[in-house]
């Protein structure tokens, strides 16, 4: 009934700048938290940034600084500024958010499928 989904991936240099989207769609209700993780090779998943309704930021210590997360609650939409970028950056970036459908009580969280970023020269 939910699906989130990501774009703006790709392969960037050292010190470069990636913006990461992601459109929630379907029969929302409405949206509470948003949030970005990511994967990087042979590692666990991690927080990178996340935002509350009322616009409350959170940030990993990594990327504090480098990377902004807004929303666009009009579009259902998070977006993820990522500047100076690292090779350590390298991931696999995923998009989450807890969301309440149409007819239901309470609010789920959904994943989107993830989409990668490479910090290479």
């Known amino acids: 009934q939910v699906q989130l989904v990501e774009s703006g991936g790709g392969l960037v240099q050292p010190g470069g700048s990636l913006r990461l989207s992601c459109a929630a769609s379907g029969s929302i209700d409405s949206i509470n938290y948003m949030g970005w993780y990511r994967q990087p090779p042979g590692n666990q998943r991690e927080l990178v940034a996340s935002?509350?309704?009322?616009?409350?930021?959170n940030y990993a210590g990594s990327v504090k600084g480098r990377f902004t997360i807004s929303r666009d609650d009009a579009k259902n939409t998070v977006y993820l500024q990522m500047n100076s970028l690292k090779p350590e950056d390298t991931a696999v970036y995923y998009c989450?958010?807890?969301?309440?459908?149409?007819?239901?009580?309470?609010?789920?969280?959904?994943w989107g499928q993830g989409t990668q970023v490479t910090v290479s020269s």
């Open positions: 935002i509350t309704t009322a616009g409350s930021t």
């Open positions: 989450n958010a807890v969301i309440r459908v149409i007819g239901r009580s309470y609010p789920n969280t959904y």
